[in-house]
Each structure stands twice: as C-alpha cells, then as structure tokens.
C-alpha cells in the first residue's frame, strides 16, 4: 500500500493558472515564479489505452497497463495511470498523487466516485490494472 | 505578400538505407546521402555551401560538427530538430537563403542510425515535459501518446479500426514496388485487424518499424539547376505552425488546418488540382488528419473520406504516401520527416523508386513533428510542382 497524496501542481504566482507538465515559465503570463499547491483534483476523462508493450521491465511484468488522459477542472491535460474498471469516455475522475517504485511522484485517476485508496494498491503486485 | 518561392530548384532526392539495425552513427547516413546527393546532381563537393541537418541520434553533435566531419566549408548552416516536420521547414528556409543570396547550393538532410538498445534511452529522454510527464506512464513513449489521440478521435468522428487499416493496407500496396522499404509483404484487412494490440486501439500495423536510413535533397537557384542538366521541382506555396491550437485539450487537428487555405490561395490551386499527398505517418490517425487539414475533406469526414477514396498510386484517386511511408517503408528516426518530401520530388521528376502515379505534375507534403508531451508541436506544408524543362 502506497501513501496517497493530494494532488499538486505547480501554479503561477502572478496569474494564477495552473501548469502542467512542471515547467520554469509560466504558459499563461510568462511568470517566472511558481509555486506548487494542492489543487482541485477533480476532471474528465478524455481518452484511455490498455498498454500491451513497454520498453521497462517494472511494466512489462504487470501488462496490460491502463493508462488515462484528464483534463482536470483547474485547466491542463494530465496522463496518468489508471485504476479501476476499464473507463468510459467523458467520465468524471478524480486524480491522486502516489510514489512509484522509482520514486518518482506520479498522477493516478479514477471513478471520481472511488475510493481512493485503491490508487495505493496500484504497485503492489497483482494490484496492478488490468 | 511573403508568399513567393520562386527562383527557387529542389532536386536529386536521394535514399541512404533502410536497415533495420546499424552499427553506423547517424554521420555515416548523412555524409553518405550528401556524396549520393552530390553525385545525383553532379554537383562538386566544393560547390556545397549550405547544409540543413536534422537528426536524433547525431547528438552530442550537430549540423556544426559534421562539417568538420566531411570537410565542408559553408556560408549557411541550419540544424533543424523538428523531426517529421524538417524537411518542410528545411526547404522553407533553405529556399529563402536561395532567394537571397545567402548560399547557391544547399543540401537538406535527415539521417539516424538505429542502434540495438538504443531506440529506450531516446524515447525516455526525447523532451523534459516527456521524460516527466509520459515516460513513467507505462514507458512506451508515443505508443500512449498516440493511442489516446486515436481513441478520442475514434470517439468523436466515428471513425473505427478499418478505417485505418485502409490507410495502412494502400501504403503497403505502394510500398510493395520500392525496393527500400522494410515491409513490403502484402497486407489484408483481416491480417490487420487481428495483429497484436500495442497500446489500444493503436495495434501493431498502425506502428511504424524503427530502422536506420537517411533522405535529403538539394536546394539550389532555377538557374542553377537548369545548367545542371537534371529534373527539379519548384515551391509553389509552402508554411508551418509551431504549437498551434494549444487550448484543444486532445489534439484531433494540426497546425495545417491554421494555414492551409493561405497555402492554396499562394499557389493559385487547390487540393482537388493535387496528384498525390504525402503526408506525416508516423500513426494512420495522423495521416487521416492531415486529409481533413490540408482540405481533401471536411473535419472528422476522413473516415468516409478513405472508405470511398483509392489511396494506392494508380487507383485514380488520391495517392497517399506513394513509396508506403513510414508504415510501410520504416521510420528512420527524422528521416521518417524527410521520406515525404524526398518521394515528392521523386514523383514530380520521375525518379521514382517503386510506382510512378501517373502525370503527377503537381502535389503537396506535409510534416508533423515533435511529441513535447502529448501531442506534436510542428507541422507544415508544402504545395511543390513539376518544372518546365
């Protein structure tokens, strides 16, 4: 079981909006300092792949892999791991944060209705997605 | 208006390759598709004075390092990193030093050498936004990029697997007679709706086959290329878009659908006057895209559009991608980016490799390039036309 986190991303200082991937400069106002905060973690599914094939062994022995992109209600477009039952389009998702085995943090989304500790079972072995 | 290219020669396109793998660094592709472009030409070596290079697997060099590498001296010199759309670019800027003065003969090259292994590390480091925000989700690279771009397209436009097996089957039909593409074994619809999922919906025939190989071609004066003696080809319209559309949250259109009506307009044509389009096919998606973009349909018709349109060089159609594309052909890291261009001057100059579509005067080449994070950045195109000789 991986500890969830809340979702945060980095969001400019001078105008507020929210970025994603992590960036120096803001997209909106070309601010120079960002600040990372927990932000709403609420959004839409917009499209989903089960993955068959994977250039790293940690995927590779737990495929297929299911994989989701979100538009979250603060603005971007995230990619994150998807856990649950295999999603519809347009689905509302909520998205968490948790630590991979490489330790690196990355987005988990899922039913906006689930529980989310689901998404801390999501690198223990056969907690995977399918 | 900006939009004159005149004056301006493209010629002697040349292919260095396909290979699947290679102990070769990506220079070797590339001085070897300079002497083949010098010797196509009959142009001296020392008369080179210009040279775009686009390449992924060059670094730590760059277009600056290979000219030591060959000995060239040259008074104009661009590295292009924009992968499927560099060769689009390349003749753009490569076209206006022409016009200026800047350089007489350039040579536009893209070549990548395909080292076992090495295909991992330039998909996990291809951009920072990828190496944080893709690669970690499931390390496939553009496969997930890509798949999701399907589905959401599939989704909006009604689009199914077929119609994108339609792509793929014509490309292989085309690429079934050049004697340099990597797959050249028939392909069925049956055969390709029961390949081997990648990244669903995306399966194995909607993948292209990483491989080692380059593509170039010269820029040079009319002038010029008359007295040379050989065919070339001349830029009637030509254009690009970098991150264009950025607030469409999933990216079912490019940049060309920004541009494409000031592009016809430039060449005094339009896309029913075209006789073949090659165009970015890195996926069947993209190239379905590039159909509705660049105006042979409407947004979201492209899957009626390839059920009732023969794609293959000479079902009296719309030939796409004449040589099988990257599909079919391999993708040879940027060289995938050139292919297009390379087999347009082919085609309009009669120096085919494999069909010649019959009278092909006139006809257009898209890019696309640069998966930054989940979508490609660049795209550009380029309405090209046979000379008068």
């Known amino acids: ?130 | 208006m900006s939009q004159d290219y005149s004056g301006v020669a493209l010629l002697a396109p040349t292919t260095v390759g396909y290979q699947r793998y290679s102990d070769h660094g990506a220079a070797w592709f590339i001085g070897r598709c300079v002497a083949d472009l010098l010797a196509g030409a009959g142009v001296a070596k020392d008369e080179l004075d210009g040279l775009a290079v686009s390449s992924m697997t060059l670094a730590p060099d760059s277009a600056v390092s290979l000219t030591e590498h060959f000995g060239l001296t040259t008074r104009w010199l661009e590295h292009v990193p924009m992968g499927g759309a560099a060769a689009v670019v390349s003749l753009r800027r490569a076209a206006r030093a022409i016009q200026a003065g800047d350089a007489r003969v350039i040579a536009c090259v893209a070549g990548d050498t395909n080292r076992k292994g090495g295909f991992r590390d330039a998909i996990e480091n291809f951009s920072v936004f990828s190496r944080q925000a893709v690669y970690p989700y499931g390390a496939a690279g553009p496969n997930v990029v890509f798949a999701l771009i399907t589905r959401a397209y599939m989704a909006e436009f009604g689009a199914t697997r077929e119609d994108f097996g339609r792509i793929c089957i014509a490309q292989r039909e085309n690429a079934s007679h050049n004697p340099v593409a990597l797959l050249r074994d028939p392909l069925d619809m049956q055969t390709y709706l029961d390949a081997r999922p990648i990244a669903e919906p995306v399966h194995l025939f909607d993948c292209v086959l990483p491989c080692a190989g380059a593509e170039g071609f010269l820029v040079t004066s009319v002038e010029r290329a008359r007295s040379l003696d050989v065919p070339f080809v001349e830029i009637l319209a030509v254009d690009e878009r970098h991150n264009a559309f950025p607030e469409d949250p999933v990216q079912l259109r490019g940049g060309w659908a920004m541009f494409r009506d000031e592009l016809y307009a430039a060449a005094g044509l339009g896309p029913g006057d075209m006789n073949f389009v090659q165009a970015y096919d890195d996926y069947p998606v993209i190239a379905l895209q590039q159909l509705e973009d660049l105006g042979f349909c409407d947004k979201g018709a492209g899957p009626e559009f390839v059920r009732h349109t023969e794609l293959t060089c000479t079902g009296g159609g719309l030939p796409l991608n004449t040589c099988g594309g990257q599909l079919s052909a391999g993708q040879a890291g940027f060289a995938g980016g050139h292919l297009g261009t390379v087999e347009a001057i082919r085609q309009l100059t009669g120096q085919v490799l494999g069909q010649q579509v019959p009278d092909a005067s006139v006809g257009i080449v898209s890019g696309y390039g640069m998966v930054n994070y989940d979508r490609c950045l660049c795209s550009a195109a380029a309405i090209l036309r046979r000379a008068d000789s």
């Open chain 1, 1 to 130: 079981m991986t500890k969830i986190g809340n979702l945060q991303l980095l969001v400019c200082d001078d105008c507020g909006k929210v970025q994603y991937p992590d960036r120096e400069i803001c997209a909106d106002c070309l601010g120079g300092t960002l600040t990372r905060k927990t932000i709403d973690n609420g959004g839409e599914l917009l499209s989903w792949t089960r993955l068959h094939a994977s250039l790293e062994p940690m995927f590779q022995q737990a495929l297929p892999w299911l994989i989701a992109s979100v538009r979250l209600s603060s603005g971007p477009v995230v990619v994150a791991h998807w856990v649950g039952a295999e999603p519809t389009m347009g689905q509302a998702v909520q998205v968490v944060m948790v630590d991979d085995p490489q330790d690196r943090k990355v987005l988990v989304a899922l039913d906006a209705d689930a529980d989310e500790k689901a998404a801390g079972q999501l690198f223990v072995a056969d907690g995977g997605s399918a």
